[in-house]
């Protein structure tokens, strides 16, 4: 198809889904309907029942240019500019972690704790360590409206993103971003912690997709040489961070529940541990309840 001839809705997706498809993206077709969409500005039902329409001409030289992009592996969202996460839609950049869909269980996790351990208009104090675009922090201050949520992260920009996500939901006002290492300049106790640290280790870095590798920012997925070292470095620090009865909630990887357990277990001797599954059935999340 000559570059510079807008042709059909139909015959653009082929044309876009082939080179996909030849660059190795799982889900080409998915992929070229989403730029499409965000390009000519319409939904993705528009698309199926108008496929016979021209591309508007206006579209048309944005599409080749973030198809050329996707070509490169470089994640739908980066292109974009945002990913929708716990219905709600987050804008991200390559300094943030593109939020997956299973990191949600950590947002049912909380409410879930927030609803049966507090009352309706009580005051709950939460901090999400590793906030990256903010997306957990901000999904449970949008859903718990007596939360403060306190958000941290050691990259600058990532806060940044957390910030313009956190005014783009309305909940600013009872938040706070913290530059830090971990939760070492958290201001207050909390009484629930949360965190999707990164848990990918050394040997699986090598194995991961081009779109991770190569476009997602290392220091957001890394975690040493088992993939724990945040995870261990966390809980030894939670302990002195948490309000009596308080609880903490963390994503972890495939195989980590064993030894992430163990480490929970020694951080919290008092307290109730358990692994929760993800809706795949994977072990997702291990959560402390202290006394
Ligand atoms: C796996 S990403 C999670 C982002 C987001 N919470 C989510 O679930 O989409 C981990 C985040 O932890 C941050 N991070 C890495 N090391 C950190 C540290 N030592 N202290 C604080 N944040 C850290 C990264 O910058 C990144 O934003």
Redesign the pocket.
């Known amino acids: 198809m000559a570059d510079n001839v807008p042709r059909s809705i139909q015959e653009a997706l082929l044309w876009a889904t082939e080179r996909l498809a030849a660059a190795g993206c799982e889900t080409p077709r998915l992929d070229a309907e989403i730029l499409l969409c965000e390009c000519a500005g319409v939904e993705r039902a528009f698309l199926l029942g108008h496929g016979t329409e021209c591309v508007p001409a206006e579209a048309w030289p944005r599409f080749q240019e973030w198809v050329a992009r996707r070509e490169k592996r470089e994640p739908v969202a980066y292109i974009t500019g945002h990913r929708e996460?716990y219905g709600m839609d987050f804008a991200v950049t390559p300094a943030?972690?593109?939020?997956?869909p299973e990191?949600e269980h950590?947002v049912d996790e909380v409410l879930a704790l927030a609803q049966t351990r507090y009352r309706a208009a009580q005051t709950i104090l939460i901090a999400?360590?590793?906030?990256?675009?903010?997306?957990?922090?901000i999904a449970l201050a949008a859903h718990l409206p007596h939360a403060q949520v306190c958000a941290?992260?050691?990259?600058r920009e990532?806060l940044e993103v957390a910030w313009r996500n956190a005014h783009r939901h309305g909940v600013r006002d009872r938040m706070c971003l913290v530059q830090?290492?971990?939760l070492e300049r958290l201001p207050w106790a909390v009484d629930i912690l949360v965190?999707?640290?990164?848990?990918v280790a050394d040997e699986e870095w090598p194995t991961l997709a081009p779109e991770i590798r190569f476009h997602e920012?290392a220091?957001?997925?890394r975690g040493g040489a088992n993939g724990l070292d945040?995870i261990r470095?966390l809980l030894r620090q939670a302990p002195a961070r948490l309000r009596p009865g308080g609880a903490v909630v963390l994503?972890i990887g495939a195989g980590h529940a064993a030894e992430a357990e163990r480490l929970a277990r020694a951080a919290f001797p008092g307290g109730h541990v358990r692994v929760g599954q993800d809706y795949a059935g994977l072990d997702r999340v291990v959560v402390v309840q202290t006394p």
């Not at 999400?128 to 922090?137: E, K």
């Not at 941290?152 to 990259?155: I, K, T, W, Y």
């Open positions: 996460f943030v972690l593109v939020p997956r990191t950590l999400d360590a590793g906030t990256g675009s903010g997306a957990i922090a941290l992260d050691s990259s990532a830090s290492d971990l965190a999707n640290l990164p848990y920012p220091q957001a997925l945040l470095r994503e």
